[in-house]
């Protein structure tokens, strides 16, 4: 079964953040230590991420947040790691916060791997269009959660079936793990469905 790494947020995602329960519950899940999350250093949180792939090759990536945002920058500067799939949880622009400020202005370059962005309309950590055009630079499909603000635990979100249902859903669309294709480097084809509302 596909390993899925779940890489938190600024501050960890400790109970009752879905993140805490997804790993909880799931037994192919793993909730990545990234150290100190409440002074996050992207060079380092980047490496952890890299270190955990290579020791699970073929997972699904599952970020929140600031997690969102090291996959992104993962993807598209070790374009080499051996990904199935992509699960970008409201990712929160870097330069809302002096924490976050080292991490930099979000990658703009196209995954080489499958990915889904869920995104908020009312999420303080970043504006729901900055989202749609994120989604359209990475080749993202985009699901529109509706008015969840941070989809986190202070806006309800412990347990989230439909986290997991993403997940499934990126699983069945990369039934045949596109090892070849990321080898050879040819990049998928781009998502046009429509952005849908997930309850």
Not at 17 to 30: C, E, L, S, Y
Not at 93 to 107: E, H, K, N, V, W
């Amino acid at each position: 079964m596909t390993k899925a790494l779940i890489v938190p947020g600024l501050d960890g995602s400790p109970a009752p953040h879905w993140q805490d329960w997804w790993a909880r519950t799931d037994p192919n899940a793993m909730l990545l230590d990234m150290g100190d999350t409440g002074r996050p250093v992207r060079e380092v949180w980047e490496a952890t991420l890299a270190v955990h792939i290579m020791a699970h090759p073929d997972s699904i990536l599952v970020g929140h947040s600031l997690g969102a945002v090291t996959i992104a920058h993962l993807l598209a500067r070790w374009p080499g790691l051996r990904v199935r799939a992509a699960l970008l949880v409201a990712p929160a622009d870097p330069g809302t916060s002096d924490r976050t400020r080292g991490f930099g202005a979000l990658p703009r370059e196209r995954f080489d791997v499958p990915a889904t962005l869920v995104a908020s309309r009312n999420d303080p950590w970043m504006a729901f269009d900055h989202s749609r055009q994120l989604a359209a630079h990475w080749g993202a499909d985009l699901h529109d959660i509706g008015h969840a603000g941070h989809v986190n635990a202070a806006s309800g979100f412990g347990p989230w079936p439909a986290g997991k249902a993403l997940r499934d859903d990126l699983l069945a669309r990369t039934a045949r793990p596109g090892v070849l294709r990321r080898l050879f480097g040819a990049r998928p084809a781009p998502l046009s469905l429509p952005a849908r509302r997930l309850a």
